[in-house]
């Protein structure tokens, strides 16, 4: 059903799909798409989910299997792992971390950026023993600015513009190595 999902958001977008598409779309009865999804909203919110631990799984293995020297070869791993995602992805496209459907979907009391970039500030924090209080605020500006800037790469071109990614990851590696330990 999630798959079914995500290839519809490709499609149709998020307001073009239906539990009734979704569950034609996955080939079960809109009945049986009801026993574990309440609404669309909850099948979009398991997919982005799902899409969340994937990215994070990813970033989990890239760091684990890379030799990183500096934490900005984390981070421009953090950022080629998000730009494959975007291309490779079925749905991640348009919904990225959740914030098409709603600003606060992965969890109620913050928005969707803020858990990405609290998880990327662990693993920045943890892998290279800088404390979180000084890692947390420069991620979630960085993770803000890219955020924007990745958006408009991927409206200019269905795969990225590559000088605006280009821009992009050089915006986010100059502003963390004017804020992040050397």
């Known amino acids: 059903m999630l798959e079914a999902c995500a290839s519809l958001i490709d499609e149709v977008g998020y307001d073009g799909v239906t539990t009734t598409l979704i569950a034609e779309r996955a080939g079960v009865a809109v009945g049986s798409l009801y026993q574990f999804f309440p609404d669309k909203r909850a099948v979009v919110q398991a997919l982005t989910l799902r899409n969340v631990d994937r990215f994070s799984q990813g970033i ?3 760091l684990a299997t890379t030799t990183l020297e500096h934490w900005w070869d984390a981070v421009d ?20 971390f959740g914030d098409v459907v709603d600003m606060r979907l992965l969890d109620d009391r913050r928005d969707n950026n803020a858990v990405i970039s609290d998880r990327i500030s662990e693993l920045i924090s943890a892998n290279f023993g800088i404390p979180m209080d000084e890692v947390q605020l420069p991620i979630a500006i960085a993770v803000e600015a890219a955020d924007a ?23 986010v590696r100059g502003y963390l190595s004017s804020r992040l330990p050397s």
Do not use: C, Q, S, W
């Open 60 to 62: 989990t293995e890239k």
């Open 77 to 96: 791993t953090i950022f080629d792992l998000f730009v494959a995602m975007h291309r490779e992805i079925p749905g991640f496209g348009k919904l990225h």
């Open 149 to 171: 800037v990745l958006k408009l790469a991927f409206r200019i071109e269905p795969n990225g513009e590559p000088r605006v990614l280009a821009e992009a990851k050089a915006l």
